[in-house]
């Protein structure tokens, strides 16, 4: 009984997998739907922190955003690379196309911070 609902387990986990494609050769980039702008923390404020971080994120199937990485890091040290995947992990996109259907895309996204 156990073995079988470890292979259940397994194959739940194998049908959750995405393959995840990169744009170019038949496959479509994502095209934004809802952005939603990182916000400064106070700290970073105060420390005049400004300049861009560099993100890879996987926008699935659906539209919504699974995996987000910083690539290049603007800083770790007030929160605003975590701030960046904070609001990244809120957009939503049409998805990229692959053959006609909807298919994971990765694509490198860049979130500037400015202060005004």
Do not use: C, N
Not at 6 to 34: C, F, H, N, R, W
Not at 46 to 58: C, F, K, P
Request: proline share 3%; aromatic share 6%; net charge neutral.
């Amino acid at each position: 009984m156990k073995l079988i609902a470890l292979l259940s387990i397994a194959a739940s986990l194998v049908v959750a997998q995405e393959t995840i494609y990169t744009p170019g050769d038949g496959v479509s980039l994502p095209k934004v739907v809802k952005k939603v702008d990182a916000t400064y923390t106070q700290e970073a404020k105060d420390a005049h922190i400004e300049g861009t971080v560099e993100l890879s994120t996987v926008v699935r199937g659906d539209g919504t955003v699974g995996d987000v990485k910083v690539t290049r890091s603007l800083d770790t040290t007030y929160g605003l690379d975590g701030q960046a995947v904070a609001a990244m992990k809120q957009w939503t996109f049409e998805p990229g196309t692959k053959d006609g259907k909807a298919v994971a895309v990765r694509v490198a996204v860049l979130m500037t911070f400015t202060l005004k």
